[in-house]
Nanobody
């Protein structure tokens, strides 16, 4: 059974930083890519960032230049460094895993990020 566990969420003031972590585990489980999504209050789920281990990273327009995705492939672990946080970044952040370039099929339980003004 595949499990993704996020950590690092919390409350921060506008302009501050947070770092989220996500570890994927499971018997003989490997990943082609990992990523982050978020869902703010009353909003639809939004793409944040994606890291393809053999290629590069991509970002949603609203976080470009402020967020950085990185990770360790051998550990199936991904991080999201969030800088210059804004109140509109407030959301539940979800980690996701794409095992074979077929799309994000595995999801974490989410971690709350709240940015106060």
């Amino acid at each position: 059974q595949v499990q993704l566990v996020e950590s690092g969420g919390g409350l921060v003031q506008a302009g501050g930083s947070l770092r989220l972590s996500c570890a994927a585990s499971g018997r003989a489980f490997s990943t082609y890519a990992m990523g982050w999504f978020r869902q703010g209050p009353g909003k639809e789920r939004e793409f944040v960032a994606r890291l393809v281990w053999s290629d590069s990273s991509t970002y949603g327009d609203s976080v470009k230049g402020r967020f950085t995705i990185s990770g360790e492939h051998v550990k199936n672990t991904v991080y999201l460094q969030m800088n210059s946080l804004k109140p509109e970044d407030t959301a539940v952040y979800y980690c996701a895993a794409d095992p074979d370039n077929s799309g994000f099929r595995y999801w974490g339980q989410g971690t709350q990020v709240t940015v106060s003004s």
